[in-house]
């Protein structure tokens, strides 16, 4: 324990960025990835392929795709648990970028499209700080709850059954540096008291039922936001005897905000997602 201590102290520091300073992110993190070339190698595309833990990536002929010139390579990240397997070592088929996860309204929207044959598609956008972006998000959530409800928005969080990643990012909204109350929402224990039911974790057959009874307790009108990968299509985990998958197949579900986990600035932005423009 002592040495623990002096370690600590000596390193001036408790905690890392990640991905770390050589990485390239300085303040970021991985949002998203993309394809590293309108002309991805065959090996490359297929060991990205075979190496996808819940295959988030997929080929699609041309026929199939009248959108696309020729073939196309579909990125789910409604699915996407952010490995790094698809980008990892030279020549690989995809490339991480420093930008904001994909929030959607429906789960095909969350389903990219890269043509193989044309110009890249462009699906990149500058990084921001994640102060800059926490009070961007933040006022646009304050205006959009004064405007919807003219009051405070109140969520009631349900983990179904997760790594409790997404909860740790979550904690975060109400720790001192983000301080999310002072744009106007606020947790609530009780589903009776929400305006809005947040969901992480693959829903779980023992907390199934649980996940039905809260929203049907919750008063109308109610919304209802999936957040993490777990949560919009199983993840890792998947469909089984003991899971049932991402929350859409047992509630419906008004928005997803895709990570694994996501960041707090994006789940604001699906907070104003749902509240409408």
């Known amino acids: 324990m002592l040495k623990l201590i002096t370690d600590a102290l000596r390193g001036g520091r408790a905690t890392e960025t990640s991905p770390g300073p050589e990485a390239g992110f300085p303040g970021a993190a991985i949002g ?3 394809l590293a070339s309108p002309a991805p190698g065959a090996a490359a595309l297929q060991a990205a392929l ?8 997929s080929v699609v002929p041309d026929d199939q795709d009248p959108g696309c010139a020729g073939a196309s390579v579909r990125l789910d990240d409604g699915r996407c648990v952010f490995c790094g397997l698809c980008a990892d070592g030279p020549g690989a088929a995809f490339r991480p970028v420093a930008i904001e996860p994909m929030i959607a309204r ?3 929207d969350l389903v990219r499209r890269f043509p193989i044959t044309g110009p890249a598609s462009a699906f990149t956008s500058p990084a921001l700080d994640d102060g800059v972006r926490l009070l961007q998000e933040g006022s646009r959530l304050s205006e959009a709850i004064r405007r919807r409800l003219g009051r405070s928005l109140h969520i009631r969080h349900l983990d179904a059954g997760g790594c409790n990643g997404c909860d740790w990012e979550l904690n975060q909204l109400q720790a001192p540096i983000y301080d999310l109350q002072r744009f106007g929402f606020d947790f609530v224990a009780s589903p ?3 305006d809005l039911l947040l969901i992480s974790g693959v ?23 999936a957040m993490g990968a777990c949560a919009i299509s199983g993840g890792i985990f998947g469909t089984s005897e003991a899971s049932r998958g991402g929350a859409d197949r047992v509630v419906p579900v008004d928005a997803y905000v895709s990570g694994c986990p996501p960041r707090p600035w994006a789940i604001l932005r699906a907070l104003h997602l749902v509240l409408g423009p």
């Open 106 to 108: 429906s789960r095909a």
């Open 50 to 57: 075979e190496l996808c833990p819940t295959r988030a990536i």
């Open 32 to 34: 998203r990835y993309e």
């Open 203 to 225: 829903v779980t057959a023992n907390l199934e039922l649980a996940l039905v009874r809260s929203l049907d307790a919750m008063p109308r009108p109610r919304l209802v936001v």
């Open 192 to 194: 009776r008291h929400a």
